[in-house]
T-cell receptor, first 114, second 114 residues
């Protein structure tokens, strides 16, 4: 198994541009999570899906952020318009979907907004 | 809201020694799950060990073990016979029973000295 796949691995963009981060979860996993990691705030859960349905989006910072999961094998996190304070590492993780399950993390996308 | 506190930002230990990382949490729930994740310089988040709050017995995984003190809301990680590959950030995390959402601590940077 290839594990959780994220693309791109690095993204550099200018303030105001739209940014789309992509994630392919592990096949057979029912839950998908988007996290953001910064030095100031540590690891924060932004949103998670179960069976493609958003369950908890309370961590989404503001309306500039949106996430979709159109099918079991693909999810996107979009930032529009991007701001310098969005610079962070964004992780996608997936699990089988019960609370004690291990969440398998992708390699992350390092986003830099200039 | 649940909080997870890791009071040791950095630690270092000689190779082959034993080291204990501290974690405390705050919750009003009686049933929940606790995790230790490792993030090496490669940035990949990896599950080290997990503990169900309803289990009295402390979890162990090879050289890794926990000291779970439910009344004190303490969940420390002990690494025995430390190896150079143990050098990483270690995050303590919490999830409520019935909810997959993970709340992470701020992490402890562990360095194993040859």
């Amino acid at each position: 198994d290839a594990g959780v796949i994220q693309s791109p691995r690095h993204e550099v963009t200018e303030m105001g541009q739209e940014v789309t981060l992509r994630c392919k979860p592990i096949s057979g996993h029912n839950s998908l999570f988007w996290y953001r990691q910064t030095m100031m705030r540590g690891l924060e859960l932004l949103i998670y899906f179960n069976n493609n349905v958003p369950i908890d989006d309370s961590g989404m910072p503001e309306d500039r952020f949106s996430a979709k999961m159109p099918n079991a094998s693909f999810s996107t996190l979009k930032i529009q318009p991007s701001e310098p304070r969005d610079s962070a590492v964004y992780f996608c993780a997936s699990s089988f979907g019960t609370q004690s399950d291990e969440q398998f993390f992708g390699p992350g996308t390092r986003l830099t907004v200039l | 809201a649940q909080t997870v506190t890791q009071s040791q930002p950095e630690m270092s230990v000689q190779e082959a020694e034993t080291v204990t990382l501290s974690c405390t949490y705050d919750t009003s729930e009686s049933n929940y799950y606790l995790f230790w994740y490792k993030q090496p310089p490669s940035r990949q988040m990896i599950l080290v060990i997990r503990q169900e709050a309803y289990k009295q017995q402390n979890a162990t995984e090879n050289r890794f073990s926990v000291n779970f003190q439910k009344a004190a809301k303490s969940f420390s990680l002990k690494i025995s016979d430390s190896q150079l590959g143990d050098t990483a950030m270690y995050f303590c995390a919490f999830s409520n029973f019935g909810n997959e959402k993970l709340t992470f601590g701020t992490g402890t940077r562990l360095t194993i000295i040859p």
